[in-house]
């Protein structure tokens, strides 16, 4: 049982982090609008990141012309990061 939790543990440490880099990165894309997201290496940022910006977009509307759906998306993963991986984390805590 301490090993699949460690393993899991693991697990989200990377991907939390790993999407938390790209909703950044996409928070800093939103600053250049005139960039194509479909261009390397923009799109190793863009492709990954749509698949949860699209349906933000719909029910957070632009707050003064900037799309603050990636803003949303980077504070909900350094949440998440926190209650589950984080130093008093769930995973953690059961980590031991």
């Known amino acids: 049982m301490g090993l699949m939790i460690s ?18 990165f996409r928070f800093i894309l939103t600053w250049f609008p005139e960039l194509d997201l479909n261009r390397f290496p923009i ?7 749509e ?14 012309g900037v799309d603050m759906s990636p803003f949303i998306w980077v ?11 984080g130093q008093q984390g769930v995973l953690t805590l059961l980590k031991g």
């Open 43 to 49: 799109n190793l940022v863009s492709w990954p990141t």
């Open 51 to 64: 698949i949860f910006l699209q349906p933000t977009r719909k029910i957070i509307p632009l707050f003064g």
């Open 75 to 85: 504070a909900f993963m350094a949440l998440l990061q926190e209650l589950l991986v």
């Open 7 to 24: 393993t899991v543990w693991l697990g989200l440490v990377i991907l939390l982090n790993l999407f938390l880099v790209l909703f950044l």
